[in-house]
């Protein structure tokens, strides 16, 4: 276990944010959280990075647990001036040449030297996780990462995120709206309307009346055309009902 | 050889070309411009009081500014009115209360010197001021440089990474303020602001980091505090706006300079 919300509650006004959440992360998770807009899935995000302290319940991490986060919508300022080797090097005890190997690994070399402010959607995002990984981290927390990303862009992008799962020993927990983009890679998806509606592989997870209910049944027919790729092994379905 | 004010007049400007170099920066790319000419604004409450008390004004104007800039972070924080009008109305509150206070002080007081800066006057044991103002804020910055750089590219990414932010935040706020306290008597309060802006504005245009723009930034102000300050002996034109002027006609001309990589 690397980190686990324990029965998790956070109150804002009379609005219930989130409710009794439970969720454990092991080594070598995939996990995405689904959900529509106020669902929490932010929030939860705040609450495991410790941004946040939960009104109810707590969050354990295991000892020297390390995370990287990677925001929603980062927009670099143009009047910053700052390459992206400068950026990933920011405030981390790492040496450039470490840094350039990295990027070799990923395809993204050529990127270092350019402006921050000049990269496409697609390349700041690669930038951000390169980032995230310098330091090696246990997990690896993304929250929409491919938000202003085309469709294209979005293939790209969980290609790469698939290859940096495949090769590393890491976890991730990402909040998506793609669930047909990562379902092939997703080990797990969490529904989220401030408490947890299901939770399962992904294949399943779009058969739960609890997910049409959430996201109707046009979504769910769609996912679930695509549980054909996925090779999965059988395990019962979850249908945790916490609320 | 150089008279004695003149000196004592480039060793304040160049203290303060320092400091704006590095802070004016952050106020670029924070967007804190307004916020910068506000705290400049409520500092002539601080002088009043000052004046009042026969303190110093510099001290004065470090208390005022204190206190205006945690009122306003508090005020900001309870999310009542947008930033943009809490400043417009702390700012203008505190410029017409110490415009009154000077008025009622019975003092005599020389309020251009104040409003647009009176470097000329600057005596040797000011100068001591000034010096060990810019050593404490370069020594400062130079601390926590990184921090405050990725927490202006993303306060969340800083977070994560274990950051202080509220308290490299508030950090951040006092060295502006201890410049605000300084800079008074260079180009006055109506100018602080843009001795913060227009330095780090023509360097963004010439440089590709942020700490060659920071260096960029403090050698343009001092250029411009220079020719600033000879120009207006030379010309018996007013200081304060002679600096501002310069920096001016140097940000011009760097606008075709701008780099694309």
């Given amino acids: 276990m690397l980190i686990k919300a324990n029965n998790i509650s956070v109150v804002r006004g009379n609005k219930k944010v989130l409710e009794n959440i439970n969720l454990a992360i092991d080594s070598k998770d995939f996990i995405t959280i689904l959900g529509p807009n106020g669902a929490g899935k932010s929030m939860l995000l705040k609450c495991l990075l410790g941004f946040f302290k939960p009104d109810k319940g707590e969050i354990i991490k295991s000892d020297n647990l390390k995370i990287s986060y990677s925001p929603q919508d980062f927009i670099i300022d143009k009047s910053i001036p700052i390459t992206a080797l ?77 290859k940096i799962y495949e090769e590393r020993d890491i976890s991730i927990l990402m909040v998506s709206h793609d669930l047909h983009m990562v379902i092939s890679t997703t080990k797990k998806v969490i529904c989220l309307s401030n408490h947890i509606c299901c939770s399962g592989e992904p294949s399943k997870i779009t058969q739960d009346p609890e997910f049409i209910t959430l996201f109707g049944h046009d979504f769910a027919n769609m996912m679930s055309l695509y549980k054909h790729d996925f090779n999965h092994t059988h395990h019962t379905h979850k249908g945790d009902k916490n609320a | 050889m150089l008279d004695g004010f003149i000196v004592n007049a480039l060793i304040a400007g160049i ?12 106020v670029v790319w924070k967007k804190m411009a307004y916020f910068g000419d506000s705290l400049s604004h409520s500092s002539l409450l601080g002088i009043a009081i000052g004046i009042s008390l026969g303190l110093n004004f510099t001290i004065g104007t470090f208390i005022t500014c204190i206190i205006f800039a945690s009122l306003l972070t508090y005020l900001q924080n309870k999310n009542i009115l947008s930033n943009d009008t809490l400043l417009g109305i702390l700012a203008h509150a505190a410029l017409s209360i110490g415009i009154i206070a000077i008025s009622i002080s019975n003092q005599y007081v020389n309020l251009d ?149």
Avoid at chain 1, 93 to 107: E, G, P
Avoid at chain 2, 136 to 158: C, G, P, Q, R
Avoid at chain 2, 198 to 223: C, D, E, N, V, Y
Wanted: some cysteine; proline content about 3%; hydrophobic content about 50%.
């Fill in chain 1, 86 to 162: 400068d950026f990933i090097m920011l405030n981390k005890k790492i040496k450039r040449d470490a840094i350039i190997n990295l990027s070799k690994d990923f395809f993204i070399e050529d990127l270092l030297k350019k402006q921050l402010s000049y990269l496409s959607g697609g390349e700041l995002q690669k930038v951000l996780i390169t980032r995230s990984l310098v330091d090696n981290p246990d997990l690896l927390i993304l929250d929409e990462p491919t938000q202003n990303l085309d469709v294209s862009g979005q293939l790209n992008f969980y290609k790469f995120l698939n």
């Fill in chain 2, 113 to 261: 010197a104040y409003l647009f800066g009176d470097i000329l006057t600057v005596t040797e044991s000011e100068t001591y001021w000034f010096i060990s103002a810019a050593v404490l804020v370069f020594i400062i910055l130079y601390i926590i440089w990184e921090k405050l750089v990725l927490m202006t590219i993303d306060e969340n990414i800083a977070k994560s990474e274990g950051i202080n932010t509220s308290l490299v935040h508030s950090i951040f706020l006092i060295l502006l303020v201890i410049f605000v306290a300084t800079c008074v008597k260079v180009v006055g309060i109506l100018l602080i602001t843009s001795m913060l802006i227009i330095p780090a504005a023509a360097s963004r245009q010439i440089t590709s980091s942020p700490t060659k723009m920071a260096f960029g930034s403090g050698l343009i102000a001092i250029a411009s505090v220079f020719i600033g300050i000879f120009s207006s002996i030379i010309f018996d034109i007013p200081t304060g706006p002679s600096i501002i002027a310069i920096l001016t006609i140097i940000f011009i001309l760097t606008l075709p300079l701008k780099r694309n990589s």
């Fill in chain 2, 15 to 26: 203290c303060v070309s320092i400091i704006a170099g590095g802070l004016g920066c952050f």
